[in-house]
């Protein structure tokens, strides 16, 4: 009996730790290409653009590196010399915006979980700045309308109307999410924006069906 008992802790012990160091929350991801598209269009786009990208992470709750993040949010914006989703034949950049809220080791533990979750694409960060970071789910059909606003980059994104938005009839989420542990569905960037003196310029883009909306858990 005594050993079950201590088998049994032993597991509840297990289970917690597994609970606390897990990560999620919500996600937005703006490219400069469309995501939601035909084949033609996409093939037709390779590698003039779709080269820069503003990614998203609200934290709901969670731990990195033993570090509680709950409440926090992080956003890395990339530029690559390729069409991103495509083979890259040079490193990309990339500038991570930290949640001015966060203390000195979250802030790490921040730029470590966005380096991780991002892999090549923060692999070279030219700069990290900390900013008041703002991410609001508004309701809508689809639950893909967010509002983005991390200072010096800003996404707001809306539902795709399948009829509004279709050209070519074959649409169909052509790139994949550019990170791990995200299940999230296509939407359309109404403002995609840069700000930054950071990367090769600054750049704006608009209703453009390049947008991914959804969650994350990272274990």
């Known amino acids: 009996m ?33 995501v939601w598209t035909g084949p033609c269009f996409a093939n037709a786009d390779f590698n003039l653009g779709g080269k820069h990208a503003v990614l998203g992470w609200n934290i709901d709750r969670g731990s990195f590196d033993g570090v509680a993040l709950d409440g926090l949010s992080v956003v890395v914006v990339v530029s690559a010399g390729n069409t991103l989703g495509l083979e890259q034949n040079t490193p990309s950049k990339a500038v991570v915006i930290v949640d001015e809220k966060a ?23 030219v700069a990290t700045r900390s900013s008041k970071i703002e991410m609001i789910t508004c309701p ?32 169909s989420a052509f790139y994949p999410p550019l990170v791990r542990g995200v ?30 909306v959804g969650t994350f858990v990272v274990k």
């Open 2 to 34: 005594k050993r079950c008992m201590l088998a049994l802790v032993a597991l509840l012990v297990g289970l917690s730790t597994v609970h606390a160091t897990e990560i999620r929350g919500n996600y937005v991801e703006a490219r400069t290409c469309d």
């Open 103 to 125: 203390n000195t080791a979250q802030r790490s533990a921040l730029i470590a979980f966005v380096r991780k979750q991002a892999g090549d694409l923060a692999k070279n960060v």
């Open 140 to 171: 809508c059909k689809e639950n893909n309308c967010v509002v983005l606003d991390a200072g010096i980059a800003r996404v707001k994104t809306r539902c795709l109307d399948l009829h509004h938005d279709k050209a070519c009839g074959n649409e």
């Open 183 to 212: 299940v999230a569905r296509p939407a359309a960037a109404v403002e995609h924006i840069y700000r930054g003196t950071n990367l090769e310029g600054t750049y704006s883009d608009y209703e453009r069906r390049g947008a991914y």
